[in-house]
């Protein structure tokens, strides 16, 4: 059984070994914002609106732009990051189609004051639920805090501000809650639900060899019941159910600082699935500005690769024509800063835009019905088949 092991990860410890050169060059401290300090930033932002009510002149927000590809720049070992000069939305209170965001973001400033003084925490839901009729729905709570959290140059977790996890961790983990909970993921029927404090997590224990990001929770789930976890043992499976939420991104690094483990992605041979897996490797524009502590650029692309849909002659009607929308965001993705820095990644890509197909990973179903866990991933893992 021993020597199966060693067989089978020789590929996986000899990249392990190359990423240990340059996990020194990449380590990254994150410094803690006091509770203090975040009082400070956003009593500065209440008396910056008190000044300008006592000068007789409306006050105006100036939030740090999320949206625009001009405000970051790429750095291969952080991934995409907002740039030091940043162009800002300006959100006045005299403006009838802002006075309502500023009023928004004055409330949740208050919250989060009361929270970060009396050290408790809330969630975002929470928030939404005290004043529906103020913010209108759940997505706009969710932008503000990010808003704030950009604005103070704090994290969101620092804000004790909490969002419910939606991605489920599986395999060789154990760990301890803040709260003191012991959390096994060891169980092959039945995963673990990301932790909503990621920060607060301690006494990480794992002999993984690996930790695979699965892209869509039905593979997740084919995984769990075809015992992946078991059969490779001993590794680790993630998945954030597509785009991933902040928790999951941000377990995925955890796992990546603790444990210094190669982290692979499994996602759909599409654009949409390379695009949720540069946002675990480089990040996002909107989550730009958090970079250091979401990004994991050791992350590599294990599968499912277009060239592998020639290789394994995935029978053509498994295959999907790609779509005017599919050819767009590919161009859009081939133009991306990070691209330049992975070739093999771009040969992929470009072989999807000639054959202008795409398939996702339970195509492979179509070889056979175990071929995903039974003779695709143990080889992909054992010959070293990823880019």
């Given at each position: 059984?021993?020597?199966?092991?060693?067989?089978?990860?020789?590929?996986?410890?000899?990249?392990?070994?190359?990423?240990?050169?340059?996990?020194?060059?990449?380590?990254?401290?994150?410094?803690?914002?006091?509770?203090?300090?975040?009082?400070?930033?956003?009593?500065?932002?209440?008396?910056?609106?008190?000044?300008?009510?006592?000068?007789?002149?409306?006050?105006?927000?100036?939030?740090?732009?999320?949206?625009?590809?001009?405000?970051?720049?790429?750095?291969?070992?952080?991934?995409?990051?907002?740039?030091?000069?940043?162009?800002?939305?300006?959100?006045?209170?005299?403006?009838?189609?802002?006075?309502?965001?500023?009023?928004?973001?004055?409330?949740?400033l208050l919250v989060i004051y009361r929270l970060v003084q009396?050290?408790?925490?809330?969630?975002?839901?929470?928030?939404?639920?005290?004043?529906?009729?103020?913010?209108?729905?759940?997505?706009?709570?969710?932008?503000?805090?990010?808003?704030?959290?950009?604005?103070?140059?704090?994290?969101?977790?620092?804000?004790?501000?909490?969002?419910?996890?939606?991605?489920?961790?599986?395999?060789?983990?154990?760990?301890?809650?803040?709260?003191?909970?012991?959390?096994?993921?060891?169980?092959?029927?039945?995963?673990?639900?990301?932790?909503?404090?990621?920060?607060?997590?301690?006494?990480?224990?794992?002999?993984?060899?690996?930790?695979?990001?699965?892209?869509?929770?039905?593979?997740?789930?084919?995984?769990?019941?075809?015992?992946?976890?078991?059969?490779?043992?001993?590794?680790?499976?993630?998945?954030?159910?597509?785009?991933?939420?902040?928790?999951?991104?941000?377990?995925?690094?955890?796992?990546?600082?603790?444990?210094?483990?190669?982290?692979?992605?499994?996602?759909?041979?599409?654009?949409?699935?390379?695009?949720?897996?540069?946002?675990?490797?480089?990040?996002?524009?909107?989550?730009?500005?958090?970079?250091?502590?979401?990004?994991?650029?050791?992350?590599?692309?294990?599968?499912?690769?277009?060239?592998?849909?020639?290789?394994?002659?995935?029978?053509?009607?498994?295959?999907?024509?790609?779509?005017?929308?599919?050819?767009?965001?590919?161009?859009?993705?081939?133009?991306?800063?990070?691209?330049?820095?992975?070739?093999?990644?771009?040969?992929?890509?470009?072989?999807?835009?000639?054959?202008?197909?795409?398939?996702?990973?339970?195509?492979?179903?179509?070889?056979?019905?175990?071929?995903?866990?039974?003779?695709?991933?143990?080889?992909?893992?054992?010959?070293?088949?990823?880019?």
């Amino acid at each position: 059984m021993a020597s199966r092991v060693v067989e089978l990860f020789s590929e996986v410890d000899k990249l392990r070994a190359q990423l240990l050169h340059t996990v020194e060059d990449c380590q990254r401290v994150e410094e803690g914002v006091s509770h203090r300090e975040i009082l400070t930033r956003i009593e500065n932002v209440i008396l910056g609106i008190v000044t300008s009510l006592s000068k007789d002149e409306a006050p105006v927000l100036a939030l740090p732009n999320r949206s625009s590809w001009a405000n970051v720049s790429f750095d291969s070992a952080i991934g995409l990051q907002m740039s030091s000069e940043t162009s800002v939305t300006t959100i006045r209170s005299d403006c009838a189609s802002s006075v309502t965001k500023f009023a928004q973001i004055l409330k949740i400033l208050l919250v989060i004051y009361r929270l970060v003084q009396s050290n408790s925490y809330s969630t975002k839901r929470d928030i939404f639920y005290n004043n529906t009729q103020l913010f209108g729905s759940q997505k706009t709570v969710d932008s503000i805090v990010d808003d704030i959290s950009c604005m103070l140059k704090v994290p969101r977790r620092s804000l004790h501000v909490m969002a419910t996890s939606k991605g489920l961790i599986s395999g060789d983990l154990c760990y301890m809650e803040e709260d003191g909970t012991r959390i096994d993921c060891h169980s092959s029927s039945a995963a673990v639900a990301v932790s909503s404090n990621i920060g607060g997590i301690r006494n990480i224990v794992s002999s993984a060899k690996f930790v695979m990001i699965v892209e869509k929770d039905a593979t997740f789930q084919r995984l769990l019941d075809d015992n992946f976890c078991t059969k490779l043992s001993p590794c680790i499976i993630i998945t954030g159910k597509g785009v991933p939420d902040v928790n999951s991104r941000l377990m995925v690094r955890k796992l990546w600082d603790t444990l210094h483990i190669p982290i692979f992605a499994l996602v759909d041979a599409d654009p949409h699935g390379i695009e949720i897996m540069c946002i675990y490797k480089y990040g996002s524009v909107a989550m730009s500005f958090e970079a250091h502590s979401l990004t994991v650029p050791s992350v590599m692309w294990l599968g499912l690769l277009p060239s592998d849909l020639q290789r394994l002659q995935v029978p053509k009607d498994a295959l999907i024509p790609l779509t005017e929308r599919d050819e767009s965001k590919l161009n859009s993705l081939l133009k991306r800063p990070y691209l330049t820095s992975q070739p093999d990644w771009q040969k992929e890509m470009e072989l999807m835009q000639q054959s202008k197909v795409k398939a996702e990973i339970q195509s492979l179903a179509a070889i056979a019905p175990d071929f995903l866990t039974s003779i695709y991933l143990p080889n992909k893992l054992r010959y070293g088949g990823w880019v």
